[in-house]
């Protein structure tokens, strides 16, 4: 007879009533034990696999790993038989059906979610602590009770570690693709951890409703189970926390070393996030347009070495570097070291800055001036005619500072490249230069005043400026008067972003090859890669509360960027966002709900536009779409309105704009002579910093938050400021 033709018959004294469901390799029927009068569960192998060994043997081996697992949370095994060459299993029968049912109806409430898993998961971790691996662990396969008890089942293709099941020969992969670790996708060797990343797709499709990778074919979910990282699980259900979230997707990571150890830290983990508070969002100021003060032009300087003793002033320590063949002029006990300015290249960095749309490249400038590095030196040197030197319009004068300072051999490879240590520091320790340093003992430091204007200004930016063939990050502090290199060394350092709480810098760099996401403090310190990818990882930026950063990634390499976040230690890497479109350069807004960014088609700069992504609800919507490109988005620190780069359509250079959060009330604040890109608005919302380039130069400007009272800030070049918050 047929599995079919068992309705209605009585096998081994188990009348079967109806079929609760059908598997791979077994029918499950609700029967009632003649005996007892009791419901039991019978499942039953089909008689068109009672001659195939594999089945036969994995059906006898279900009832022998079952049999020596007695735990109150594991379906437990009544009898075992076969009728009319057909084997059987007698179970209890389980009145509540699966989690898979409940599931069904959408996300479950956490509180029901978290006592499955309190049951679950000590019977999974009791498995384990037999040798035994379940390796098919889903919603169909935890069944429930009328009093909400979860239980184990399904054992049929469970192993026991360290047997080699002989005779039992399978083709491919044993699972099913949906909840199949990585390493169980790929048929590598498994351990107990296996187990827990199934588990934690179940968490993830019991928070949300649905599986974390959904495909058209089993293969392609395998292939999504190893490569890609999970999506968001806030992004599906918003009523969770991001504790929790967090918790789902440790359990969910692609190196088992990174996942839960145990199945019952797991549960506990995920009990202790609930009560856990989403981290608050700082409060921000509403923009102020202060009036328009007369508009300052950015001027040149021309001093002379003085003859007297200089104003006081703030020094700015620099270092001394020793290239060959360069002019030397001295005045009194007092040298100038000069250089002339190389040739400039074009400007490849603006198509990164525009969105990351269009490939990066480098270029060379000097960080405070594109013609001096200035260093004061005492005594040994010859004295010709004392000359004018043209200093930055924010620069306007240069003394003496008592202290040694390093020099280098003008032919030492690492003259171009490498940190100087000042001579009462300590090296960084991710520093490890191949040169020795040479302290002149007796000697000054450069230091410099800024012009009263640039004072006014107040506050500290970062940005990235070209520097010995190559980009380099600068931290500029208005307040201090001092100009900081934050990075050295090979690869080109780019697009920095400060954390909101004003204490670490993200960026950008080719330093390992492909360009990756690096984080370090304030103080150029404690470097360290984030992402390892072998594609490109660009243009990052801060959430509000400092947790995550988000970035562009051609994850697909396709050259179609998609949106991913990670932690600021490399932890919980996931995708964010990611359609037909190239979306790039994303920015959160204030109560980080929301992301705006640039998207558009590869290669077509005419189709930029501004998108905004709803974190919450998962929605996305476009808020330009007119005849001219939009990009580079970020939210004023009160979330009231949107700064963007428009083409200014007249000259073919691009305008900085202005709209309110929902797309409307665009009005363009600036449209200088130049190209400009990189706008950013003050912590306090007051000012506005940007780049702009005009006659082949890029420097920062700032102006009021209106657009008005415009104020030169650099004047050896500088790109894509970032202010940096009172700490």
Excluded at 81 to 110: F, H, K, L, N, W
Excluded at 223 to 241: E, G, H, I
Excluded at 626 to 644: E, H, M, Q, T
Aim: one cysteine or more; aromatic letters at 8%; hydrophobic letters at 35%.
């Amino acid at each position: 007879m047929t599995t079919d033709e068992l309705i209605g018959k009585t096998i081994g004294g188990y009348e079967i009533l109806d079929v609760i469901g059908r598997g791979g390799m077994a029918t499950v029927y609700r029967a009632q034990q003649v005996s007892m009068k009791r419901l039991v569960a019978v499942k039953v192998l089909p008689k068109q696999y009672i001659h195939d060994d594999t089945y036969l043997q994995r059906f006898h081996q279900e009832v022998k790993i079952v049999s020596q697992l007695e735990h109150r949370n594991i379906v437990p095994v009544y009898d075992y038989g076969e009728s009319e060459g057909q084997p059987y299993i007698v179970m209890r029968y389980m009145t509540a059906g699966s989690v898979d049912d409940r599931i069904s109806g959408g996300p479950m409430e956490i509180e029901t979610i978290i006592s499955i898993l309190e049951q679950i998961a000590p019977a999974l971790d009791y498995a384990h602590s037999k040798n035994v691996l379940h390796r098919d662990l889903k919603p169909s396969n935890v069944l429930m009770d009328d009093d909400g008890g979860a239980y184990l089942t399904d054992f049929g293709i469970a192993r026991i570690l360290g047997e080699q099941s002989a005779g039992i020969t399978t083709q491919g992969v044993v699972g099913t693709p949906s909840y199949m670790s990585p390493e169980q996708a790929q048929g590598l060797p498994l351990d107990n951890r296996s187990d827990l990343y199934a588990l934690g797709v179940m968490l993830f499709e019991m928070a949300t409703g649905r599986r974390p990778f959904e495909s058209d074919t089993p293969y392609s979910i395998a292939v999504m189970q190893v490569t890609m990282p999970p999506p968001q699980p806030r992004a599906y259900n918003p009523t969770l926390s991001f504790a929790v979230e967090e918790v789902i997707l440790k359990a969910l990571k692609k190196k088992r070393e990174e996942r839960y150890p145990h199945a019952v830290g797991l549960a506990e983990s995920l009990k202790r996030a609930v009560d856990k508070p989403i981290t608050s969002i700082h409060d921000t100021q509403p923009v102020t347009v202060r009036p328009q003060p007369r508009p300052i032009s950015p001027r040149p300087i021309s001093i002379e070495q003085p003859a007297q003793s200089p104003p006081p002033m703030v020094a700015i320590p620099q270092i001394a570097y020793s290239p060959p063949n360069q002019s030397v002029a001295s005045g009194g006990s007092a040298a100038v070291y000069w250089r002339r300015r190389k040739p400039r290249r074009s400007n490849r960095w603006m198509n990164a800055a525009v969105g990351g749309l269009i490939g990066c490249g480098v270029l060379v400038v000097l960080a405070i001036t594109a013609l001096l590095i200035i260093s004061i030196i005492t005594g040994g040197w010859p004295s010709p005619p004392t000359p004018t030197a043209t200093l930055p319009p924010w620069l306007n004068n240069v003394s003496r500072a008592d202290q040694a300072i390093p020099t280098l051999d003008p032919t030492s490879r690492a003259a171009r490249d490498a940190r100087l240590p000042a001579a009462t520091e300590t090296p960084p320790p991710t520093v490890t230069p191949d040169y020795t340093p040479t302290l002149i003992p007796v000697g000054v430091r450069t230091t410099m005043s800024l012009n009263p204007d640039a004072r006014a200004i107040g506050g500290s930016l970062v940005y990235f400026a070209e520097r010995d063939d190559t980009t380099r990050l600068f931290h500029l502090d208005l307040n201090a008067g001092q100009q900081t290199q934050l990075t050295f060394g090979a690869g080109a350092d780019a697009f920095p972003a400060v954390s909101p709480d004003g204490r670490h810098i993200v960026f950008q760099s080719d330093r390992d090859g492909d360009f990756d996401i690096y984080v370090m403090d304030l103080s150029g310190d404690n470097l360290r890669q984030i992402t390892r990818n072998t594609v490109d990882d660009r243009l990052p930026a801060w959430s509000p509360d400092g947790e995550w950063i988000i970035f562009s990634t051609d994850a697909r390499g396709d050259g179609l960027f998609d949106l991913y976040r990670a932690r600021p230690d490399g932890s919980g890497l996931q995708a964010v966002f990611s359609d037909a479109a190239r979306s790039s350069g994303a920015r959160w807004s204030p109560d980080g709900q929301t992301l705006v960014f640039t998207s558009g088609a590869q290669n077509n700069a005419a189709t930029w536009e501004i998108a905004q992504f709803d974190l919450s609800g998962g929605s996305v919507a476009q808020l330009t779409d007119n005849a001219v490109k939009d990009w580079s988005p970020s939210y004023s620190p009160d979330g009231r309105y949107i700064l963007f780069l428009t083409d200014d359509g007249a000259r073919g250079n691009s305008a900085i704009a202005r709209m309110a959060a929902d797309g409307s009330e665009r009005e363009i604040l600036y449209d200088g002579p130049g190209y400009e890109w990189g706008a950013s608005y003050s912590p306090d919302g007051q000012l506005i910093a940007f780049t702009t380039q005009d006659g082949g130069r890029e420097e920062i400007f700032v102006m009021d938050a209106d657009g008005s009272n415009l104020r030169q800030i650099t004047s050896g070049g500088g790109q894509f400021p970032s202010w940096v918050a009172a700490s």
